[in-house]
């Protein structure tokens, strides 16, 4: 398919219908979507459908943080950086970003108010008694539902000996359907939410010229390492998977 490079000398924002922006140094769109470049070396990018950007907007090159004084009932419209909340987040746990923004895709397409038909909500669709664990009290904020979804991933990674398709799986099946069929279960759904975040994953190290870590790093990421919560996770528009 043709595509389109749109040079950007500085830093844009891409603003997404769905209330929050994307920063990025470069953007191209490819057929339906346009991929945002995150760094300026193109080692990170994340492939947004078009439809989906509202507009863009150029942010100054070194832009200065300042206190947000909106009350957190607005927290879903004020300005939200996601690509540096995954940054953020996958520093903290020790993954590699462009997984958990895999796993976002997958898991909400990037939608900050995405609920699934069983109740998972937000970015990286944590579901209720999830998120109370984890000590989110709002889903709904990108910025800890990414945080907390980030390390949900992490302890399911250490639970079943960094084997990512299996954390993957135990993401949106559930662990306890891990341990019962002792790896993925056969779920249609689950097993195409594994492929859907592997292929993505892989072709973002492909286009960036990098061999995927298909082991992620054992270092802990916390001095004490806290329990993974067992409770079902699932997917939006997911039909066949059985709750807890």
């Known amino acids: 398919m043709l595509a389109l490079a749109l040079p950007s000398l500085a830093a844009d924002s891409a603003v997404l219908r769905n209330g929050f922006s994307i920063r990025h140094q470069r953007r191209q769109i490819i057929g339906t979507v346009t991929r945002l470049y995150i760094d300026g070396d193109q080692s990170s990018f994340v492939d947004i459908p078009t439809a989906e950007i509202d507009h863009f907007e150029a942010l100054p090159d070194d832009p200065t943080p300042h206190?947000?004084?909106?009350?957190?009932?607005?927290?879903?419209?004020?300005?939200?950086?996601?690509?540096?909340?995954?940054?953020?987040?996958?520093?903290?746990?020790?993954?590699?970003?462009?997984?958990?923004?895999?796993?976002?895709?997958?898991?909400?397409?990037?939608?900050?108010?995405?609920?699934?038909?069983?109740?998972?909500?937000?970015?990286?669709?944590?579901?209720?008694?999830?998120?109370?664990?984890?000590?989110?009290?709002?889903?709904?904020?990108?910025?800890?539902?990414?945080?907390?979804?980030?390390?949900?991933?992490?302890?399911?990674?250490?639970?079943?000996?960094f084997d990512l398709v299996k954390a993957l799986a135990a993401y949106n099946a559930g662990p306890r359907r891990i341990d019962q069929y002792g790896g993925v279960p056969p779920y249609f759904e689950t097993k195409a939410y594994v492929a859907r975040i592997v292929r993505d994953f892989n072709q973002k190290k492909i286009a960036a010229g990098t061999v995927p870590n298909k082991t992620p790093s054992k270092s802990p990421a916390h001095p004490k390492k806290t329990p993974a919560p067992t409770v079902t996770k699932a997917q939006p528009n997911s039909t066949t998977t059985p709750s807890e």
Do not use: C, W
């Open 67 to 161: 206190p947000d004084p909106q009350p957190a009932a607005s927290i879903t419209t004020r300005p939200f950086d996601l690509t540096e909340a995954v940054k953020a987040a996958s520093g903290t746990y020790k993954l590699d970003p462009d997984l958990v923004t895999s796993v976002i895709r997958a898991e909400s397409g990037f939608n900050v108010r995405a609920v699934s038909p069983k109740g998972a909500q937000g970015l990286m669709q944590l579901m209720p008694q999830t998120a109370s664990q984890l000590g989110v009290h709002n889903a709904f904020d990108p910025q800890a539902n990414v945080e907390a979804g980030t390390r949900y991933l992490r302890e399911l990674l250490e639970r079943y000996d």
